[in-house]
């Protein structure tokens, strides 16, 4: 079974974001890296190359696949900030509504800025996927 590339790294952060971040994306990671850190109270660490990731959790899958990923964390990609988090259930959902402009995959936000939607919001977004990771998972 193939392990997953996606596992904390010594890389800085720091270095990670100003690789990556054009002037506009540097200000909204600043505040998202605020957000997530408060909502985990955890610090940040570099999860494979690219993500930014907080906390953590170990998963076993009913195939017996197991692994361990960030309970919450972003990338930069191109021109959006990418927020993973579970945007699943009826709470989660309603939050998604009052967001504000975005795209959702399956476990994926979408953001152009941090302008474009309310930061309230997302917090409660982050904070309610973290929940429910920890009661799924611990």
Request: net charge positive; charged share 25%.
């Amino acid at each position: 079974m193939a392990e997953s590339k996606t596992r904390p790294t010594g890389a800085d952060v720091g270095d990670f974001v100003a690789s990556r971040a054009n002037d506009a994306q540097l200000a909204d990671c600043r505040k998202l890296m605020a957000i997530l850190k408060k909502v985990t109270g955890q610090p940040p660490k570099m999860w494979g190359p690219s993500i930014v990731g907080y906390g953590s959790y170990r998963y076993t899958y009913d195939s017996g696949r197991a692994g361990e990923m960030c309970l919450t964390g972003f990338s930069i990609r191109g021109r959006e900030l990418v927020v993973y988090l579970v945007g699943e259930g009826a709470e989660q959902e309603a939050l998604l509504s009052r967001l504000g402009k975005h795209k959702m995959g399956k476990a994926c936000l979408y953001i152009k800025r941090l302008a474009d939607v309310d930061v309230t919001v997302l917090e409660k977004l982050v904070a309610g996927s973290v929940a429910q990771l920890k009661r799924r998972y611990t």
